[in-house]
Nanobody
């Protein structure tokens, strides 16, 4: 079993910053891709950013230039640095990890709220 524990969510002013962290624990010998998704009420969950085991990164167009994803393989941790936040970034953010033999796991979600 694998568990993903998220932290760092909360409230921020427009133009401010937040840093999300996600730690994977359990029976893990390899983490392939880790990433972050977000979901707004009434909409489908969407990819924000992800990063492969080799360090290749991808971002949603809406966050390019503002968000940065990184990982610490020794700690089984992925981070999302969110700068220049906008009210439209308000959502529940979910950590995602593809581990071992292509098994996928999700965190419980953490609320991010950005005020005008």
């Amino acid at each position: 079993q694998v568990q993903l524990a998220e932290s760092g969510g909360g409230s921020a002013q427009a133009g401010g910053s937040l840093r999300l962290s996600c730690v994977a624990s359990g029976i893990i010998f390899r983490i392939n891709t880790m990433g972050w998704y977000r979901q707004v009420s009434g909409k489908q969950r969407e990819l924000v950013a992800d990063i492969s085991s080799s360090g290749t990164r991808s971002y949603a167009d809406s966050v390019k230039g503002r968000f940065t994803i990184s990982r610490d393989n020794a700690k089984n941790t992925v981070y999302l640095q969110m700068n220049s936040l906008k009210p439209e970034d308000t959502a529940v953010y979910y950590c995602y990890a593809n581990v071992n033999y292509a098994r996928s796991y999700w965190g419980q979600g953490t609320q991010v709220t950005v005020s005008s």
